[in-house]
């Protein structure tokens, strides 16, 4: 029978400040360390500290006199999962931050990179850190360089300057920036020690993202231009919804060199692919998304605002004949090129967005990575030592490996062999502190009877 420590919900919405780790030992548990594609079986694995403190087979660890035994009776740990792009809310709606932080990590998502940041966070970001609040660990951009809002190379380079000096982790690009105001960012983040993340401004090109190094390309933005052969003009075509306009330009036989090059420049892709299915494609209906039951621990006027948002999407695309199937197909081909030819892929969903609840979005992320046609250990590779490669953070987290941080999944099957075994966890464990079934089960509760 697993025995775990049921974490209070009074404790799940009110940290003490001075939150102290107990020393944990999982018997008999199956590990992933998800470095390889194998598992050790019948492990004893110790946490101490925060950290993995001991891993061996089951009867040559010495567990300590004071650790509270896990009997995990063959199920399986593995490492906590990655939202790489995902979003936090500010700080001027405490418990609507606390309940989102709290949705991510009953999901198992122990990192969050948090792609629209404010000052708030980083106040949050350390209060995280030394568990005076309970979220997964966040690592957090500053508000965004778009355009309209920064519209001079000098203003651009300014805020990259006050944003590294500040200690934001990276700079987030949105669209609309021109090139001339783009170059200036990506100097000032070089000269300051940071780097660049997020959308491609139509202005810049996939091209040019890839020659700067432009850390991460999310929702492969702007690759359905990188895909039109040179020398059309694309000067009067309205690229559409990610490209969807420019279906029928596109050279197929491109996909495979555009992996390359991305490859070459050493540049991270984060797909967001759940996020574009849920909006282009008529099927399931923005009603039967609204009805998935973990909308219950969103707001309602939230989702309602979902419904009416893939609607307008819907209703902009109809001309294109299948556009929205056709969209989803060639950038399933394009994340299947990706991770063949090397290229980094980063699992990301952007939640909360459009009927992607924070922490479930990530499952189907999952699924729909595995859909363009990686197997459930490359799905699962995007989450967890992938982001931990992509932030020069091997030793830090991601794997399970003595010296690691502590956060871990335990789930009932394994996820080699079915990736949704990690939807609903046993329990999660976010850098020493266990939370088991029960008490995911009542902070989920206490969040769904809110929006009621």
Not at 94 to 112: C, I, R
Not at 308 to 323: F, H, M, N, V
Request: charged fraction near 20%; include cysteine.
């Amino acid at each position: 029978m697993l025995r775990c420590l049921v974490v209070s919900t009074l404790l799940l919405s009110s940290f003490a400040a001075s939150q102290e780790l107990e020393t944990y030992a999982f018997r008999g548990v199956h590990v992933l360390p998800m470095e390889t594609e194998h598992v050790l079986e019948n492990q004893t694995v110790v946490v101490s500290d925060g950290r993995i403190a001991q891993i061996g087979a089951i009867d040559d660890v010495l567990v300590p006199h004071d650790a509270i035994v896990i009997e995990a009776e063959g199920r399986y740990l593995m490492p906590g999962l990655a939202e790489m792009h995902g979003h936090v809310p500010g700080t001027e709606d405490a418990q609507y931050l606390k309940d989102v932080l709290f949705l991510y990590v009953a999901n198992g998502v122990t990192t969050v990179r948090g792609m629209l940041g404010r000052p708030t966070h980083l106040r949050l970001r350390a209060q995280i850190a030394r568990h005076e609040m309970l979220g997964p660990r966040l690592i957090t951009s500053g508000p965004s360089l778009r355009g309209g809002r920064v519209d001079s190379p000098e203003q651009a380079r300014r805020i990259v300057l006050e944003q590294a000096e500040a200690g934001y982790d990276f700079v987030k690009i949105h669209p609309g920036l021109t090139r001339t105001v783009f170059d200036a960012a990506v100097q000032a983040a070089a000269e300051a020690g940071t780097r660049i993340a997020g959308h491609v401004p139509t202005d810049v090109g996939v091209g040019h993202a890839l020659e700067v190094g432009q850390a991460s390309i999310d929702h492969l933005d702007g690759y359905a231009q990188y895909l039109v052969p040179p020398g059309v003009d694309l000067s009067t075509t309205e690229p559409g919804y990610y490209g969807m306009n420019l279906l029928d330009l596109i050279d197929e036989d491109r996909i495979r060199q555009a992996a390359i090059d991305t490859r070459e420049a050493g540049v991270w892709v984060v797909p967001t692919q759940t996020l574009i299915e849920q909006r282009v494609v008529s099927s399931p209906s923005s009603r039967d998304l609204a009805a998935r039951p973990e909308m219950a621990y969103m707001p309602g006027a939230m989702v309602e605002g979902w419904v009416q948002s893939k609607e307008r999407i819907l209703a902009t695309t109809s001309a294109i004949p299948d556009g929205g199937r056709r969209l989803v197909e060639m950038r399933r081909r394009l994340i299947k090129a990706l991770h063949d030819e090397g290229a980094g892929l980063l699992l990301g969903s952007d939640a909360p967005q459009v009927f992607n609840v924070p922490g479930f979005s990530l499952h189907h992320e999952l699924r729909a990575i595995m859909s363009a046609g990686l197997s459930p250990y490359e799905a699962l590779r995007t989450g967890t030592v992938a982001p931990a490669e992509f932030f020069s953070a091997r030793d830090e987290f991601g794997g399970v490996r003595v010296g690691l941080a502590a956060d871990l999944i335990l789930v009932d099957g394994n996820p080699l062999q079915d990736a949704t075994a990690v939807r609903r966890p046993l329990g999660v464990m976010v850098r020493g502190l266990w939370l088991d079934r029960t008490a995911l089960d009542e902070g989920l509760a206490a969040i769904a009877n809110r929006h009621r």
